[in-house]
């Protein structure tokens, strides 16, 4: 019975620990005031953030209303709303 219980913990530790970054996601909604993909940063609503290769891709420019992703302080996923 303990085996059990002892390998029931640790696989409920495993699994959460797993999930755990994507608890770490923020969602964002703002208009975009500085946009330099050169350096891939983009600032939304005053805070300023890294893009990753993927959110770098889309078209966005100043003035843009748009919804993103965080993971920390890197944008994962853009996209423009209006």
């Given at each position: ?69 965080i993971n ?11």
């Open positions: 019975m303990t085996k059990k219980l002892l390998v029931f913990f640790l696989v409920f530790a495993v699994a959460a620990a797993i999930s755990l970054p994507s608890f770490a996601q923020d969602q964002v909604e703002g208009k975009v005031q500085a946009l330099d993909k050169a350096a891939n940063k983009i600032t939304i609503n005053g805070s300023e953030y890294s893009l990753s290769n993927k959110a770098a891709q889309v078209m966005v420019k100043v003035g843009d209303i748009v919804q993103a992703t920390g302080n890197t944008v994962i996923k853009l996209g423009v709303l209006k």
